[in-house]
């Protein structure tokens, strides 16, 4: 059998599984950008009721 | 719980697919006319049913959303239809290693790959339409009404190979041939090996929507924090 | 034909799906009718889409030689990726030229269906799109030397039915990306793939034409793919005209 043969059904199964692994690092990154991109957010969220209370309480004064 | 359901799926995919390279490559012999590439099949024909399934339950999931307006269902519907995209392209790609050394040629354009390769076209144009729209309501309408037109392209590949004739090989599963052009035990693995790839496909689909969710957090916290 | 449907429209005898329906094709020639007025007054589709088909077959004849065999096979598939290319030029136009002035938004909240709108956009595509192949296939038999008129009917069969299969397809693809910022691109990424049955289905049956061989079934197979692709796509098209152009 041609010697070609074993070389390429190793390079097709290296490439499947080459797909999957780049999708699932994609995957991971973009979890992780969106989890500091929540925490961010979250902080933000926080700091302009922090500072709305603030300015609300001094009109009240 | 979905953690847990990712984690279990993942396990499970595993062990499955331990087992069946342990098959394919100690137990099942070399193919009489193809000798050992004929063992990327056991990847190919599972990630191209996958990827089709994959279109058609988007196709589910948009038409659940433009009829109920749950963003729970766009989400999943772009989920799907990425991982499909993914399996689509590992199908692509180990068919043309595969015919590289059975026809000689790294690709042919008779009409099922050139389907193959339409339908990737088709929803990587679904993704770009998504990234091109920043408002999600509008997102999520757009992208299920052409969802919706990519799955008629969809029935065009599945048909292509009893309407015209192709260079790439006729059915071989005995669903639709009724038998007698596969190995049992060949024909057993490949449909072994397809349940874990879509263990693997729902295990990525899961991950995806937590994200597609996180990232509509993060929208509507953005514009709670611009309106305050 | 207007006048026709209007009159359909009103006599009582006439029953009342059919004058639905006529009442819809009125109101879709009257937007069809609209658009080629504003065509004719400022030709700025048919123009650009004109120059640009010209410019492809010129450029084209500095790939191959014009008068090789091999040029006369290619010559069905040169011809439908220039009306393609083309196409979209007119096609961007179509949605785009509502947006000044809120015309889309006053089209929309008007009594006239979605549909009826999206079908007058349509016809109006078709029209402008046939023109640029007439024109089109005058330059190219000069520049080809092809005889493309020994088949005259069989190519104007070939032509309504792939013309319309593509103006519909793009009608509802301007209408879904007219809003977007990145309009002029994603329409052709959209239609494109999509278009590709319709597309080898037309080549195949136009190189027959063009090399004077005779109809066989193989041709009919694709004839028949052609009516499938358009009585498909505009029963989607018109399903989902109203989930496309309103924003809910």
């Given at each position: 059998?041609?010697?070609r043969?074993?070389?390429?059904?190793?390079?097709?199964?290296?490439?499947?599984?080459?797909?999957?692994?780049?999708?699932?690092?994609?995957?991971?990154?973009?979890?992780?950008?969106?989890?500091r991109?929540?925490?961010?957010?979250?902080?933000?969220?926080?700091s302009?009721?922090?500072?709305?209370?603030?300015?609300?309480?001094?009109?009240?004064? | 719980?979905?953690?847990?359901?990712?984690?279990g799926?993942?396990?499970?995919?595993?062990?499955?697919?331990?087992?069946?390279?342990?098959?394919?490559?100690?137990?099942?012999?070399?193919?009489?006319?193809?000798?050992?590439?004929?063992?990327?099949?056991?990847?190919?024909?599972?990630?191209?049913?996958?990827?089709?399934?994959?279109?058609?339950?988007?196709l589910?999931?948009?038409?659940?959303?433009?009829?109920?307006?749950?963003?729970?269902?766009?989400?999943?519907?772009?989920?799907?239809?990425?991982?499909?995209?993914?399996?689509?392209?590992?199908?692509?790609v180990?068919?043309?290693?595969?015919?590289?050394?059975?026809?000689?040629i790294?690709?042919?354009?008779?009409?099922?790959?050139?389907?193959?390769?339409?339908?990737?076209?088709?929803?990587?144009?679904?993704?770009m339409?998504?990234?091109?729209?920043?408002?999600?309501?509008?997102?999520?309408?757009?992208?299920?009404?052409?969802?919706?037109?990519?799955?008629?392209?969809?029935v065009?590949?599945?048909?292509?190979?009893?309407w015209?004739?192709?260079?790439h090989?006729?059915?071989?599963l005995?669903?639709?041939?009724?038998?007698?052009?596969?190995?049992?035990?060949?024909?057993?693995l490949?449909?072994?090996?397809?349940?874990?790839?879509?263990?693997?496909?729902?295990?990525?689909?899961?991950?995806?929507?937590?994200?597609?969710?996180?990232?509509?957090?993060?929208?509507?916290?953005?514009?709670l924090?611009?309106?305050? | 034909?207007?006048?026709?449907?209007?009159?359909?429209?009103?006599?009582?005898?006439?029953?009342?799906?059919?004058?639905?329906?006529?009442?819809?094709?009125?109101?879709?020639?009257s937007?069809?009718?609209?658009?080629?007025?504003?065509?004719?007054?400022?030709?700025?589709?048919?123009?650009?889409?004109?120059?640009?088909?010209?410019?492809?077959?010129?450029?084209?004849?500095?790939?191959?030689?014009?008068?090789?065999?091999?040029?006369?096979?290619?010559a069905?598939?040169?011809l439908?990726?220039?009306?393609?290319?083309?196409?979209?030029?007119?096609?961007?136009?179509?949605?785009?030229?509502?947006?000044?002035?809120e015309?889309?938004?006053?089209?929309?909240?008007?009594?006239?269906?979605?549909?009826?709108?999206?079908?007058?956009?349509?016809?109006?595509?078709?029209?402008?799109?046939?023109?640029?192949?007439?024109?089109?296939?005058?330059?190219?038999g000069?520049?080809?030397?092809?005889?493309?008129?020994?088949?005259?009917?069989?190519?104007?069969?070939?032509?309504?039915l792939?013309?319309?299969?593509?103006?519909?397809?793009?009608?509802?693809?301007?209408?879904?990306?007219?809003?977007?910022?990145?309009?002029?691109?994603?329409?052709?990424?959209?239609?494109?793939?999509?278009?590709?049955?319709?597309?080898?289905?037309?080549?195949?049956?136009t190189?027959?034409?063009?090399?004077?061989?005779?109809?066989?079934?193989?041709?009919?197979?694709?004839?028949?793919?052609?009516?499938?692709?358009?009585?498909?796509?505009?029963?989607?098209?018109?399903?989902?005209?109203?989930?496309?152009?309103?924003?809910?």
């Amino acid at each position: 059998m041609d010697e070609r043969n074993f070389t390429f059904m190793f390079y097709g199964f290296l490439a499947a599984w080459l797909i999957v692994l780049l999708y699932v690092v994609l995957l991971a990154r973009r979890g992780a950008r969106l989890k500091r991109e929540l925490e961010d957010v979250k902080h933000l969220v926080e700091s302009s009721q922090t500072a709305q209370q603030t300015s609300y309480t001094k009109d009240k004064l | 719980m979905r953690e847990k359901l990712v984690i279990g799926l993942s396990l499970g995919a595993a062990l499955l697919l331990a087992y069946n390279l342990y098959e394919i490559f100690l137990v099942l012999p070399d193919e009489a006319m193809q000798g050992a590439i004929y063992r990327i099949i056991f990847f190919h024909v599972p990630a191209a049913i996958t990827g089709m399934v994959g279109y058609f339950v988007a196709l589910v999931f948009s038409v659940l959303y433009l009829t109920s307006g749950n963003f729970r269902y766009d989400s999943l519907a772009a989920s799907v239809v990425e991982v499909s995209i993914v399996f689509s392209l590992v199908n692509i790609v180990t068919g043309s290693i595969w015919a590289r050394i059975i026809w000689g040629i790294w690709w042919t354009w008779d009409y099922r790959l050139t389907s193959a390769l339409v339908c990737v076209l088709i929803f990587g144009g679904y993704l770009m339409l998504r990234r091109a729209i920043d408002e999600p309501t509008q997102r999520a309408r757009l992208s299920a009404a052409l969802s919706i037109f990519g799955c008629v392209d969809v029935v065009i590949v599945w048909k292509s190979i009893e309407w015209f004739r192709t260079q790439h090989p006729g059915p071989v599963l005995s669903i639709r041939t009724g038998g007698g052009h596969i190995d049992p035990a060949m024909e057993r693995l490949l449909y072994m090996n397809f349940y874990a790839i879509l263990m693997i496909a729902i295990a990525l689909v899961l991950i995806r929507t937590r994200q597609e969710a996180t990232a509509r957090e993060i929208d509507s916290l953005r514009r709670l924090a611009n309106a305050a | 034909m207007i006048q026709a449907c209007y009159t359909a429209c009103t006599r009582s005898w006439v029953p009342p799906e059919l004058r639905t329906f006529m009442k819809s094709l009125r109101q879709a020639l009257s937007v069809a009718r609209k658009d080629l007025a504003i065509e004719l007054r400022t030709k700025e589709s048919l123009n650009a889409a004109g120059a640009f088909a010209i410019a492809i077959l010129l450029l084209f004849s500095f790939a191959f030689d014009p008068f090789a065999e091999a040029a006369r096979e290619m010559a069905g598939g040169l011809l439908w990726l220039v009306f393609a290319f083309a196409g979209a030029l007119i096609f961007n136009r179509g949605f785009a030229r509502e947006l000044p002035n809120e015309c889309l938004e006053t089209l929309l909240a008007s009594p006239l269906s979605t549909s009826s709108l999206l079908l007058g956009k349509a016809f109006g595509n078709f029209v402008m799109l046939l023109a640029l192949e007439l024109i089109s296939l005058f330059v190219f038999g000069i520049f080809y030397d092809v005889r493309w008129w020994l088949h005259p009917l069989e190519l104007a069969a070939l032509c309504a039915l792939a013309t319309w299969g593509i103006s519909i397809v793009g009608a509802i693809f301007g209408a879904l990306t007219v809003n977007l910022r990145l309009r002029e691109l994603m329409l052709p990424v959209i239609i494109y793939p999509l278009l590709i049955p319709l597309l080898i289905a037309a080549i195949e049956i136009t190189d027959t034409l063009l090399a004077n061989r005779p109809i066989t079934a193989y041709e009919l197979l694709w004839g028949r793919v052609l009516v499938v692709f358009d009585i498909v796509f505009t029963a989607l098209a018109l399903a989902l005209a109203e989930t496309i152009l309103v924003n809910q």
